[in-house]
């Protein structure tokens, strides 16, 4: 939002440049925030229970919890930085007329959360 004051333009460092909603602009951006913020909520829920995992214990044996705990926190941090990134690309993408397809980004975050459910699968066989 850009306010005037005697003859100098001053921008909210939180405000965003305002963009010509023609065709489908606006609907393409906020799709893009709602995709973002997906992304964080899955972020977040993969941080506090690596924190929860982590607080908890494994009945005895605390350095698998603690490994576990390192594990969801650690994926919960890369998916953040992924999130971040995919927004922002998406956004000048999107302000160009063009929308870049995610290839990469899904199939790293599969192969993560496939190693996290075989450590799960190992902490659970490990327990018995």
């Not at 997906?38 to 919890?65: H, N, P």
């Not at 490994?67 to 302000?95: D, H, P, Q």
């Not at 397809?101 to 599969?110: D, H, M, T, Y």
């Given at each position: 939002?850009?306010?005037?004051?005697?003859?100098?333009?001053?921008?909210s460092p939180m405000a965003a440049d305002l963009v010509?909603?023609?065709?489908?602009?606006?609907?393409?951006?906020?799709?893009?925030?709602?995709?973002?913020?997906?992304?964080?909520?899955?972020?977040?829920?993969?941080?506090?229970?690596?924190?929860?995992?982590?607080?908890?214990?494994?009945?005895?044996?605390?350095?698998?919890?603690?490994?576990?705990?390192?594990?969801?926190i650690s994926f919960g941090g890369l998916t953040m930085?992924?999130?971040?990134?995919?927004?922002?690309?998406?956004?000048?993408?999107?302000?160009?007329?063009m929308f870049p397809v995610a290839l990469r980004g899904?199939?790293?975050?599969?192969?993560?959360?496939?190693?996290?459910?075989?450590?799960?699968?190992?902490?659970?066989?490990?327990?018995?």
């Amino acid at each position: 939002m850009r306010q005037s004051l005697r003859g100098v333009v001053w921008r909210s460092p939180m405000a965003a440049d305002l963009v010509e909603n023609k065709d489908s602009t606006a609907r393409d951006h906020l799709a893009n925030e709602r995709t973002f913020l997906a992304w964080v909520r899955t972020a977040l829920g993969l941080v506090g229970l690596g924190v929860l995992l982590e607080r908890l214990g494994a009945g005895s044996d605390q350095t698998i919890a603690v490994a576990a705990g390192v594990g969801f926190i650690s994926f919960g941090g890369l998916t953040m930085i992924y999130s971040v990134s995919r927004y922002v690309r998406v956004a000048r993408n999107l302000e160009r007329g063009m929308f870049p397809v995610a290839l990469r980004g899904p199939v790293f975050i599969a192969l993560g959360a496939l190693l996290v459910a075989g450590g799960a699968l190992v902490y659970v066989l490990l327990l018995q």
